[in-house]
Each structure stands twice: as structure tokens, then as C-alpha cells.
């Protein structure tokens, strides 16, 4: 993945509102997220690939290069 992709995203939570700032991984998306607030475990939104997409502040790498989710 080219450096010129953001890789950190700040995860808000819809239940609890919680923020937490993630490393998002390059070479897949990531469909699970567990809340350090209130436990919650976040999965995508319906037509989301990923929780950074969801609830993130910057979508995943796969998206911001234009190659879709990877799995």
C-alpha cells in the first residue's frame, strides 16, 4: 500500500459515543471492532466493506485506493 494513503482512523462508536484513534491494517478490512467504552461490538453498515468505513473518520486503505474490499 502506498504511503500516500492515510492509515489512521478515530473509531466513534454509535452506541456509547467513545472515540479511540486505530491503525487500520493495509491488506484487509476489518469487519469486527470491539468498543473499549461499553463493550459493543461494532460490525459494518449495510453496503460498508469495513467498521473504518462504518464508523471511522477515514475510510480503509482498499477504499482510498479505489480496489474495493479486500476480505
Known amino acids: 500500500m502506498d504511503a500516500k ?6 473509531l466513534t462508536c454509535p452506541v456509547c459515543g467513545h472515540v479511540k484513534t486505530e491503525t487500520m491494517p493495509t491488506d484487509a478490512c476489518q ?6 467504552g461499553c463493550h459493543t461490538v461494532l460490525m459494518p453498515l449495510p453496503g460498508d ?6 464508523y471511522g473518520t477515514v475510510p480503509c ?4 485506493a ?3 474490499c479486500r476480505g
Do not use: D, K, R
Request: glycine share 8%; hydrophobic share 25%; with cysteine.
Open 31 to 36: 469487519w469486527y471492532y470491539e468498543c473499549e
Open 5 to 10: 494513503y492515510t492509515l489512521e482512523s478515530a
Open 61 to 64: 486503505p482498499p477504499v482510498q
Open 49 to 54: 466493506c469495513c467498521v473504518f468505513c462504518s
Open 66 to 68: 479505489g480496489t474495493g
